[in-house]
């Protein structure tokens, strides 16, 4: 069964930085590009980040380039979102998802709330 | 960016009735590989959301056969043939065909 967990969400003031993860199991994890879509209270879908299966490509929505950052560790079946320079209209679930063309896993979603 | 355009944002629908969701892009989702990827998902309030349509046509393990996708190019649309009380929540398209990935900004399909 596909699982994917995401952690690290909390509380945040604006500036400041935080790293979301998202442990996967169930599935080769290496053979499988990742993402991240956000999705702010009462709000759409949101996609942030993506990153290839092997690693070496990573791609950003222009309102977190520059300031986000996607990684992952194979061997570990993890991936994160370094999210640096936090601004209010960060604020959102974060969810983790399986797949960069046609995403199918969603996990759960961690809350990222960035407030003074 | 592509944008992608959906209409209408709100559906009542009556019980047993069909329902219809466009999705227009603002350039052609053909990729380089000869996909096109175009996809739809469900999101039940209080839950995460779920793909229920693939590369523009293909149902997901599990999804009712009343859902249906159809399209090319930059046009498409989900069709659902009898909307039941399960269908209730915010339907989503987007592309995975052009960086960076984009979605739809939701449908909100409710039982009047």
């Known amino acids: 069964e596909v699982q994917l967990l995401e952690s690290g969400g909390g509380l945040v003031q604006p500036g400041g930085s935080l790293r979301l993860s998202c442990a996967a199991s169930g599935f080769t994890f290496s053979s499988h590009g990742m993402s991240w879509v956000r999705q702010a209270p009462g709000k759409g879908l949101e996609w942030v980040s993506g990153i290839s299966g092997g690693g070496a490509d990573s791609y950003y929505a222009d309102s977190v380039k520059g300031r986000f950052t996607i990684s992952r560790d194979n061997p570990k079946n993890t991936v994160w979102l370094q999210m640096n320079s936090l601004r209010v209209e960060d604020t959102a679930v974060y969810y983790c998802?399986?797949?960069?063309?046609?995403?199918?896993?969603w996990g759960q979603g961690t809350l990222v709330t960035v407030s003074s | 960016d592509v944008v992608l355009t959906q209409s209408p944002l709100s559906l009542p629908v009556t019980l047993g009735q069909p329902a219809s969701i466009s999705c227009r892009s603002s350039?052609?989702?053909?990729?380089?590989?000869?996909?096109?990827?175009l996809n739809w998902f469900q999101q039940r309030p209080g839950q995460s959301p779920r793909r229920l349509i693939y590369?523009?046509?293909n149902r997901d393990s599990g999804v009712p056969d009343r859902f249906s996708g159809s399209g090319s190019g930059t046009d498409f649309t989900l069709k659902i043939s009898r909307v039941e009380a399960e269908d209730v929540g915010v339907y989503y398209c987007m592309q995975g065909t052009h960086w960076p990935r984009t979605f739809g900004q939701g449908t909100k399909v409710e039982i009047k």
């Open positions: 590369k523009v046509s």
């Open positions: 998802v399986r797949g960069v063309f046609a995403p199918d896993y």
């Open positions: 350039q052609s989702l053909v990729s380089s590989d000869g996909s096109t990827y």
